[in-house]
Nanobody
Framework: QQQLVESGGGLVQPGGSLRLSCTGS????????IGWFRQAPGQEREGISC????????YYAESSKGRFTISRDYTNNAVHLQMNSLKPEDTAVYYC????????????????????WGKGTLVTVSS
């Protein structure tokens, strides 16, 4: 059974850092496009970063650019999201999702074509 499992969420103070992981089971992540998304209470889901399956090009939303870094971990079959300089407005449930083998991120809408989602991990940024 194929799964995406997010981990690494928790409570962090403003200015702190967290590393989220999206781990695949039942399939190899290497050549799939993987996106990170978040949804805060009462708000729409927001795409924050994406790494293409075809060439591992990376993309960021304006809200995450310069603070977040997406990376592949081939050893552990995972994609990480390193989040630095966290702000209270980063509080949300964070999800990862997959798009087809060999595909590319859609720069205008990271969620385009994503057809397989994890259940999410909660990040709370608060003092």
């Amino acid at each position: 059974q194929q799964q995406l499992v997010e981990s690494g969420g928790g409570l962090v103070q403003p200015g702190g850092s967290l590393r989220l992981s999206c781990t695949g089971s039942g399939f190899i992540l290497d050549y799939y496009t993987i996106g990170w998304f978040r949804q805060a209470p009462g708000q729409e889901r927001e795409g924050i970063s994406c790494v293409s399956g075809s060439d591992s090009s990376t993309y960021y939303a304006e809200s995450s650019k310069g603070r977040f870094t997406i990376s592949r971990d081939y050893t552990n079959n995972a994609v990480h999201l390193q989040m630095n300089s966290l702000k209270p407005e980063d509080t949300a449930v964070y999800y990862c999702a997959r798009r087809g083998y060999g595909s590319r991120c859609n720069r205008d809408d990271f969620s385009y074509g994503m057809d397989f989602w994890g259940k999410g991990t909660l990040v709370t940024v608060s003092s």
